[in-house]
T-cell receptor, first 113, second 112 residues
Framework: KAGVTQTPRYLIKTRGQQVTLSCSPI?????VSWYQQTPGQGLQFLFE???????NKGNFPGRFSGRQFSNSRSEMNVSTLELGDSALYLC????????????FGPGTRLTVL | ELKVEQNPLFLSMQEGKNYTIYCNYS?????LYWYRQDPGKSLESLFV?????AVKQEGRLMASLDTKARLSTLHITAAVHDLSATYFC????????????FGKGTKLSVIP
């Protein structure tokens, strides 16, 4: 079956701009979570959506937001980009009950200049 | 708040040797995950451990969970170069939650 898809794969932005990242889950998966990975802070949870509702939110400023559509696809948005937002952004999807395994997408590498 | 600690953070081992990576967590975790990450790549799911005493094996890797000790281990048997990667453990609080809390990862290098 097709895996988790993330677009774009690479992105270069400048400080102050905003960016939108997209995640398409595996068919049948209704939970979509987002993580930020940096060398300094490691993997940190951003938020999780299930059936278009945000279920959990990590400790990130309000510049980070997300949403989920009725087809389970999810987007995350970062406004007023800062240099420290440069990271690999990963989404993970799951179908509740399937041994709770979460499958990660290939990630979007964001560079802020 | 769940905290997850892995050790060691760096591990250089010779091919053919055995070793164990340890993952301690601070509060109750309903599930414990192990992931592998190759450089520049995403995370690949290795194991999900759901209950106390759970043991899972795949090839040269075996993971176990002791919920009383709040400890999971990833044991590597007869390491080969292909196992070189970074291994993460992650816990989750709440039966219905998918909010993973990750350890810092163990960078494993298997040398001939």
């Amino acid at each position: 079956k097709a895996g988790v898809t993330q677009t774009p794969r690479y992105l270069i932005k400048t400080r102050g701009q905003q960016v939108t990242l997209s995640c398409s889950p595996i068919s049948g998966h209704r939970s979509v979570s987002w993580y930020q990975q940096t060398p300094g802070q490691g993997l940190q949870f951003l938020f999780e959506y299930f059936s278009e509702t945000q279920r959990n939110k990590g400790n990130f400023p309000g510049r980070f937001s997300g949403r989920q559509f009725s087809n389970s696809r999810s987007e995350m948005n970062v406004s007023t980009l800062e240099l420290g937002d440069s990271a690999l952004y990963l989404c993970a999807t799951a179908r509740q009950g399937e041994a709770d395994t979460q499958y990660f997408g290939p990630g979007t590498r964001l560079t802020v200049l | 708040e769940l905290k997850v600690e892995q050790n060691p953070l760096f591990l250089s081992m010779q091919e053919g040797k055995n070793y164990t990576i340890y993952c301690n967590y601070s509060t109750t975790s309903d599930r414990l995950y192990w992931y592998r990450q190759d450089p520049g790549k995403s995370l690949e799911s290795l194991f999900v451990l759901l209950s106390n005493g759970a043991v899972k094996q795949e090839g040269r890797l075996m993971a176990s969970l002791d919920t009383k000790a709040r400890l999971s281990t990833l044991h590597i048997t007869a390491a080969v170069h292909d196992l070189s990667a970074t291994y993460f453990c992650a816990g989750v609080s709440g039966a219905g939650s998918y909010q993973l809390t990750f350890g810092k990862g163990t960078k494993l290098s298997v040398i001939p």
